[in-house]
């Protein structure tokens, strides 16, 4: 028999970014003040996906306007902007990076509230990795004693 894996792009993707962030939220992170501003360099390009993916497919929002958004957000330079800008035409889920980072925050942020003082992000990412890599709004119903409606 095959084996079936299913995993979630958002999952995944937001796995990484978020330990990014986790890691310059953390003691040894905040020595480190280089890494928390190539961290949050990072963290505009993606964010600015998740914007351009959301407005050019709902909105129709043209590449030359992403590109721009690119330029004026990102900081980024007009050649790599407009490539930003032209792989979301064809992939509208780059913006599961940061879809999938702000749903494991809260998720975290549920799940300490829920723990109080028993809470410890070590637990947290036991159980949350335990599990493989589901859509997290799935986890967050099997990780929460009241899930609530909002996954971000």
């Known amino acids: 028999m095959a084996n079936r894996v299913a ?4 999952f995944t993707e937001g796995w990484a970014h978020y330990t990014e962030q986790m890691m310059v939220e953390t003691e040894w992170g905040a020595s480190r003040p280089h890494l928390r501003l190539t961290q949050l ?5 993606r964010n600015c996906r998740y914007m351009c993916s959301i407005w050019m497919h709902t909105q129709g929002m043209p590449v030359d306007d992403a590109t721009r958004f690119f330029m004026d957000n990102a900081f ?7 490539m930003e800008a032209m ?3 064809f992939d509208p889920g780059y913006l599961s990076y ?3 980072k ?4 809260k998720l975290r942020e549920d799940f300490r509230r829920e723990q109080g003082a ?3 992000l070590k637990g947290f990412h036991d159980r949350l990795l335990s599990y493989g890599a589901p859509p997290v709004s799935l986890l967050r119903q099997v990780k929460l004693r009241e899930p609530g409606e909002s996954v971000i």
Not at 102 to 105: E, Q, R, S, T, Y
């Open 7 to 10: 995993t979630s792009y958002a």
């Open 41 to 45: 360099l990072e963290a505009l390009v």
């Open 118 to 120: 028993s809470y410890s």
């Open 102 to 105: 702000l749903m494991i925050l």
């Open 76 to 82: 980024m330079g007009e050649h790599p902007a407009r």
């Open 98 to 100: 940061t879809l999938g």
């Open 87 to 89: 792989r979301g035409t």
